[in-house]
């Protein structure tokens, strides 16, 4: 799916592992002293990635879990993703916004899965289930007997625009703060409100009642 690639949220996940070839060389690393030096600070960004995926880790294994469908295969997802930050921590903490550009990482490490493995868009869960009625909360029970027996829920909500399915996603899935959803996605709360209405407004015109 278009949506999980971080350059059409406008966040280019890089491979920074070649230098540039116009920067001059670095010292001479074989002096201990430098040597010394490199150590305590390859130390220091590593306690602050470790630190920063601890924050983030419980959110990326939830919004994992949702898109591959099963425990092992979110924890492999997010391994992944991990791994890639990790290696190149430096150039990531360089970002505008390291939540977001984190957040592309792992979109991407879950597309590449599910291209691998056949996995599903989203997966059919009660958690996904109660979240969609909870946004459609309007709604009678007969519409969401249409939505769900003729449509497919689960399918209108993995049919929405890539921001919109994000929103609904970490809001009414995972039960994320409107500020927290406007960290990782890079865009601000009043952006998040407006996705949730337009979300609403799609999803009521496929069950075919106007708001």
Same mark, same amino acid.
């Given at each position: 799916?278009?949506?999980?690639?971080?350059?059409?949220?406008?966040?280019?996940?890089?491979?920074?592992?070649?230098?540039?070839?116009?920067?001059?060389?670095?010292?001479?690393?074989? =002096?201990?002293?430098? &040597? #010394?030096?490199?150590?305590?600070?390859?130390?220091? %960004?590593?306690? @602050?990635?470790?630190?920063? $995926? /601890?924050?983030?880790?419980?959110?990326?294994?939830?919004?994992?879990?949702?898109?591959?469908?099963?425990?092992?295969?979110?924890?492999?997802?997010?391994?992944?993703?991990?791994?890639?930050?990790?290696?190149?921590?430096?150039?990531?903490?360089?970002?505008?916004?390291?939540?977001?550009?984190?957040?592309?990482?792992?979109? =991407?490490?879950?597309? &590449? #899965?599910?291209?691998?493995?056949?996995?599903?868009? %989203?997966?059919? @869960?009660?958690?996904?289930? $109660? /979240?969609?009625?909870?946004?459609?909360?309007?709604?009678?029970?007969?519409?969401?007997?249409?939505?769900?027996?003729?449509?497919?829920?689960?399918?209108?909500?993995?049919?929405?625009?890539?921001?919109?399915?994000?929103?609904?996603?970490?809001?009414?899935?995972?039960?994320?703060?409107?500020?927290?959803?406007?960290?990782?996605?890079?865009?601000?709360?009043?952006?998040?409100?407006?996705?949730?209405?337009?979300?609403?407004?799609?999803?009521?015109?496929?069950?075919?009642?106007?708001?």
């Amino acid at each position: 799916m278009a949506r999980d690639s971080g350059e059409a949220r406008g966040v280019v996940v890089r491979d920074p592992a070649r230098p540039d070839p116009r920067d001059p060389a670095g010292p001479d690393r074989s =002096e201990p002293g430098v &040597r #010394r030096h490199a150590d305590r600070s390859r130390h220091r %960004l590593a306690l @602050t990635f470790d630190a920063f $995926a /601890a924050h983030h880790h419980r959110l990326w294994l939830r919004y994992a879990h949702t898109q591959v469908g099963s425990r092992a295969a979110a924890e492999s997802v997010v391994e992944s993703a991990c791994a890639r930050l990790l290696a190149y921590w430096p150039h990531v903490l360089l970002q505008e916004s390291v939540a977001q550009y984190a957040w592309a990482v792992l979109k =991407e490490e879950i597309a &590449r #899965r599910r291209d691998a493995h056949e996995g599903p868009a %989203l997966v059919d @869960t009660a958690a996904f289930d $109660a /979240a969609a009625r909870k946004l459609l909360q309007h709604g009678t029970p007969d519409q969401f007997t249409v939505l769900e027996h003729e449509m497919g829920l689960y399918g209108a909500i993995a049919r929405l625009p890539e921001r919109q399915y994000d929103v609904v996603v970490l809001r009414y899935v995972l039960r994320v703060a409107d500020e927290v959803v406007a960290e990782y996605l890079g865009i601000e709360v009043p952006t998040v409100r407006s996705h949730v209405r337009h979300a609403r407004r799609r999803l009521a015109r496929e069950l075919g009642r106007a708001r």
